[in-house]
C-alpha cells in the first residue's frame, strides 16, 4: 500500500472536527479491526490445537499400519461443515476450503509420520 493510499484511510483531528461522520465510520473500523486482529489471534491457536491432535492421530495411524487418508472421515466432514457453516451463515465454499487446507496438510504429516516410522520427529517440535 502506498503511502497516498494509507493516508486516505487514516484521519486527524482537523479533518474529523469537519467530518464527524468520516471520524465515526473510521473509529467504527479501528473497533472492528481490532476485533477481526483477536478473531484472528484465537482461529491460529485453535489451529495450532488442531494440529496437535491431527499429529496424535498421525502417530496412532502410523502405529496400526493405517493409510494417512481416511475417505469416510472427509466425507462425514465435508456434510458437517457445510452444515454448521449454513447454521452459522457462512458460505458453505469457504468452509469447504478451510477443511481442504487442513485435511491435505494433516494428510502430508500423517505421510511423513507413516514413513517415518511412527516418529513425528520435527513435526513434534511444537506439541
Known sequence: MSDSDWQKTTI???QAAEHPETAEAVAKIKALRQSIDNIDS???ALLAERFKATLQVGVLKAGAGFAPEDVKREE???ERLHRIATDAGLDPD????????VVTEAKKRHQRIADAGGDPGILDVFA
Open 42 to 44: 484465537a482461529i491460529i
Open 76 to 78: 462425514y466432514q465435508i
Open 12 to 14: 486527524d483531528a482537523a
Open 94 to 101: 469457504i468452509a469447504e476450503m478451510y477443511r481442504e487446507f
